[in-house]
């Protein structure tokens, strides 16, 4: 809770500030396990990185929701549609595969509810909903400048990314 409050606050700062090019947030580690297409998706297995990840989509959903609720006009036509097309979802896909990051199987039903806007399963992950909670209840209180300035921020965010081949890589080493 008190690291998605710290993330907020740097994503912030470095959205409003023109002078900040980017922010480092680690790195993710991850196995492919085949050749990508453009005509194909492949899933691939996070090793490390998937608590930033989801991180950054909790925040990503609850900032399409502000947006969506405030009518707030975003840099570059981005809507509350587009934010959640381009970074949570998969549009044409059905299913799980209409989600762009699925989680271990005790928090996965939370996070899709989260970003589709369903309904919580009963047995929720309460991690997930109390960090999307945080990030609800700070972008409610936040005005159209500070929106477009979480954008911005989230726009910064470098993150290193590692490619592990299923064939050749042990992740345990």
Do not use: W
Not at 59 to 67: G, N, P, S, W
Not at 112 to 135: A, Q, T, W, Y
Not at 161 to 166: F, G, H, T, Y
């Amino acid at each position: 809770h008190k690291q998605c409050a710290q993330l907020l606050r740097d994503i912030l700062r470095a959205g409003r500030h023109p002078n900040i090019s980017g922010h480092f947030i680690g790195s993710v580690v991850y196995i492919q396990g085949d050749l990508y297409s453009a005509s194909t998706t492949h899933p691939l297995l996070v090793i490390d990185g998937q608590q930033r990840m989801t991180t950054i989509s909790l925040l990503i959903a609850c900032l399409a929701e502000a947006v969506a609720r405030e009518g707030v006009e975003m840099s570059g036509d981005m809507t509350a549609k587009k934010l959640r097309n381009y970074y949570l979802l998969n549009p044409d896909e059905d299913g799980e595969k209409h989600f762009k990051l699925l989680l271990t199987q005790s928090d996965r039903t939370t996070l899709m509810r989260v970003i589709d806007g369903g309904e919580m399963p009963k047995e929720h992950s309460r991690r997930v909903v109390s960090n999307r909670d945080l990030f609800r209840e700070r972008l409610t209180e936040m005005d159209a400048d500070d929106l477009r300035a979480i954008y911005e921020g989230i726009q910064k965010l470098v993150i290193v990314d590692v490619s592990l081949d299923r064939g050749h890589d042990n992740p345990q080493f």
